[in-house]
C-alpha cells in the first residue's frame, strides 16, 4: 500500500469506519487551510483529506513545482496515496484546481488505478478549448497590489495577511508560482468515463455560460451543472457549507443525482485562482 506525507495528504476529518472519502485539491495561489472548515459541513461516515502542492504550509521547503506536468504528476501521486484503502472517494478540485483534478483522473484512468466515484469540479471552464488569453487571470504581468486585490477580493485571502509584510510577500510569491504553472497546461484531448458535477457562482465573471455544457462533453457517464449563488468563491455561507451541496457524499452509489444536467453559469470565462 503506498503512502504519502502528512505534510502532503492532510487528514481534515477523519471518522471511524469511514464510507468514503472527499479528496480535494487546491486552487492557484491556495494550501489546504480553505478547507479545514469543511470539516464541520462533511456528511457522517465521511472522511475528509486535502493534497497540499510543493512549497506551501507543511512542504514549505520543497521547490515549487516549475510546470502543469510536474505538479499533475506530484497531484496524481498523492491522490493514488490518499485512496489507496481502496474504499469509494470523491475528487474535489476548485479554479485551476478542476483542471487538476480532471487531469489526476485521466492520469489515474491511464494508469489503471481506482478512480473517483465522482468528480466535481468547481468555478472553473472546461478545459478542452486549452489556455486561452481570457484564462490567464488573474494574469503573469499583474502587478503584486492587483494580486493582493484579485485574492482579497475574489479569493480567500484572511485579511490579517495584508496587514502582515511577510505574509503578504509569500502570498504574492506562491500566487506567481501557480500561475507560472497554469500557463504551461495544455489539453490533451483526453475525456473522463466517471459522473460529473459542475459547480458555478451566479456572479462569477470568470466562469462562461457554456461552462456546464462543455464539461458535460468530457464524460461519458452521467454530469449536473449546479449554479450557487456568490462569486468565485461564492458566498461566505455557500463555501463553508459546500459538502452540503455534492449529492455523491451521501448517494447510496457515490454517484451525482439528477439533473444529469443543470442550467449554465453566467460570466465572460477564463480560468484563475
Known amino acids: 500500500m503506498s503512502t504519502a506525507p502528512a505534510t502532503t495528504v492532510v487528514a481534515l476529518k477523519r471518522t471511524a469506519g469511514a464510507e468514503r472519502t472527499l479528496v480535494c485539491l487546491g486552487f492557484c495561489g491556495g494550501g489546504t487551510a480553505a478547507y479545514h472548515e469543511w470539516a464541520a459541513a462533511m456528511p457522517a461516515g ?20 516549475d510546470t502543469w506536468d510536474a505538479l499533475a504528476q506530484d497531484a496524481t501521486a498523492a491522490v493514488r496515496a490518499a485512496t489507496s484503502s481502496g474504499g469509494p472517494y470523491v475528487l474535489f478540485g476548485h479554479s485551476m484546481g478542476g483542471w487538476m483534478a480532471f487531469d489526476v483522473t485521466t492520469r489515474l484512468a491511464a494508469a489503471g488505478d481506482p478512480l473517483p466515484d465522482t468528480l466535481v469540479v468547481s468555478s472553473c471552464n472546461a478545459p478542452d478549448r486549452g489556455l486561452t488569453a481570457r484564462d490567464r487571470f488573474p494574469a503573469r504581468g499583474d502587478a503584486d497590489g492587483e494580486l ?47 459522473p460529473l458535477q459542475v459547480l458555478s457562482g451566479a456572479e ?57 444536467t443543470g442550467c449554465t453559469g453566467q460570466g465572460t470565462g477564463g480560468l484563475s485562482g
Not at 46 to 65: H, I, M, N, Q, W
Not at 232 to 242: E, K, S
Open 46 to 65: 465521511t472522511d475528509l483529506l486535502a493534497v497540499c502542492y510543493p512549497g506551501r504550509e507543511g512542504r514549505f521547503a520543497e521547490e515549487y513545482a
Open 148 to 194: 493582493l486585490t484579485w485574492m482579497s477580493v475574489h479569493g480567500l485571502l484572511p485579511a490579517h495577511v495584508l496587514d502582515d509584510e511577510d505574509l503578504t510577500e509569500m502570498a504574492v510569491e506562491l500566487m506567481r508560482a501557480d500561475i507560472r504553472v497554469r500557463d504551461t497546461f495544455t489539453y490533451t484531448g483526453a475525456r473522463i468515463t466517471v
Open 204 to 260: 462569477d465573471a470568470v466562469v462562461g455560460d457554456d461552462a456546464g455544457d462543455r464539461w458535460g462533453g468530457l464524460t461519458t457517464a452521467a454530469h449536473r451543472h449546479d449554479v450557487l449563488p456568490g462569486g468565485h468563491f461564492y458566498t461566505p455561507g455557500v463555501w463553508r457549507t459546500l459538502p452540503d451541496r455534492i449529492p455523491a457524499l451521501t448517494a447510496a452509489d457515490g454517484q451525482p443525482t439528477a439533473p444529469a
